[in-house]
């Protein structure tokens, strides 16, 4: 089992920064995907960034939606088993729940309870 935490959502104003926090335990040894989804009001849940292959790779490759490229950065600090998510030059339109998501190698997925993101113009 994994458990999964955020922390860091709030409220800021266009153009402003938040960095968001995920710290994970439990058998975090088996983690191999570790990243970022959203879920904006009456959208489906999307993914924003994510480090994949991190069993396989000791650096993993690293992918984001094409909508936060140039302004959204994930990090990991694999001593705390915690994945951060620094975001800049925040729109409108990033305003939603972000959710910390885990995945073994054997495709098991585990999510956190949310932080809000609000953005406002």
């Known amino acids: 089992q994994v458990q999964l935490v955020e922390s860091g959502g709030g409220l800021v104003q266009a153009g402003g920064s938040l960095r968001l926090s995920c710290a994970a335990s439990g058998s975090t040894y088996s983690l191999n995907t570790i990243g970022w989804y959203r879920q904006a009001p009456g959208k489906q849940r999307e993914l924003v960034a994510i480090?994949?292959?991190?069993?396989?790779?000791?650096?993993?490759?690293?992918n984001y939606a094409d909508s936060v490229k140039g302004r959204f950065t994930i990090s990991r600090e694999n001593a705390k088993n915690t994945v951060f998510l620094q975001m800049n030059s925040l729109k409108s339109e990033d305003t939603a729940v972000y959710y910390c998501?885990?995945?073994?190698?054997?495709?098991?997925?585990?999510w956190g309870q949310g932080t809000q993101v609000t953005v406002s113009s």
């Open positions: 998501f885990a995945e073994t190698l054997l495709a098991q997925s585990y």
């Open positions: 480090v994949r292959d991190i069993r396989i790779r000791r650096i993993g490759s690293t």
